[in-house]
């Protein structure tokens, strides 16, 4: 059974860092897609990062380039999303969803692509 936890969300200051895992269980993340989406209250879920399963190829929506990195530990089957110097707009309930879908365009799937998800972890910027 495939299951995927998010991790590392809480409450920063804006300016701060924090960094988010989704860890899977039931899979290799190796040579999954995963995704990175948010959803702030009232608006819909937006995503933010991925990193494919082609050759690891990173794309990141433009308001958090330069700001938020996407790796994977496959020693730990993880995935990470470090986020930097957050404003208080970075603030949402994070997403991770991966799929084993090959995807080759050079821009991130939408959340349609993934087949599997996790629950969530809260990210608050505030000071």
């Known amino acids: 059974q495939v299951q995927l936890v998010e991790s590392g969300g809480g409450l920063v200051q804006p300016g701060g860092s924090l960094r988010l895992s989704c860890a899977a269980s039931?899979?290799?993340?190796?040579?999954?897609?995963v995704g990175w989406f948010r959803q702030a209250p009232g608006k819909e879920r937006e995503g933010v990062s991925c990193?494919?399963?082609?050759?690891?190829?990173?794309h990141y929506v433009d308001s958090v380039k330069g700001r938020f990195t996407i790796s994977r530990d496959n020693a730990k089957n993880t995935v990470a999303l470090q986020m930097n110097s957050l404003k208080a707009e970075d603030t949402a309930v994070y997403y991770c969803?991966?799929?084993?879908?090959?995807?080759?365009?050079?821009?991130?799937?939408?959340?349609?692509?993934?087949?599997?998800w996790g629950q969530g972890t809260q990210v608050t910027v505030s000071s």
């Open positions: 969803a991966t799929t084993l879908k090959r995807w080759y365009a050079p821009i991130c799937p939408g959340s349609g692509w993934y087949d599997n």
């Open positions: 039931g899979f290799t993340l190796d040579y999954a897609a």
């Open positions: 990193i494919t399963n082609s050759i690891g190829n990173t």
